[in-house]
């Protein structure tokens, strides 16, 4: 326990009725309603929800949600080009970061792709060698 307090701060707010202990991680800020219908409008203009985190200064968890929740589905869509072009990249050496960068997309979902090709992802042991 007294490791826990000496590692600890604590740090008086004014005008609050609790006192915060500890390190706070993330700032938290709570959208407006009408901050959440600017937030949909880069969305209907092709904007990916990486670039309006980025915007809005908020996660991308967070314009995901309120995306969804304006009735928009989420789903990135690539031509048969693009993904030729994705699978060839990745295959010829490049890492899965420099492919979802070029293809301005996550991490995430570009492996959903390469996967759904067949496209075995290597390991961080691999390609920290290769």
Known sequence: MDDLNRNSTSITLPFVDYEVVGHICQQQRRLKPLQIEELVQPFKADKNTIE????????????????????????????????????????????????RNAFNTSGTTATKYLRGRDVRIRTRHEWEQG
């Open 52 to 99: 309006i985190a980025s915007h809005f200064r908020c996660s991308r968890s967070t314009v995901t949600k309120h995306i969804r929740n304006a009735g928009f589905r989420l789903e990135k869509r690539f031509s048969e080009a693009d993904l030729i072009r994705m699978q060839q990249l990745y295959k010829s050496g490049l890492s899965l970061d420099k492919v």
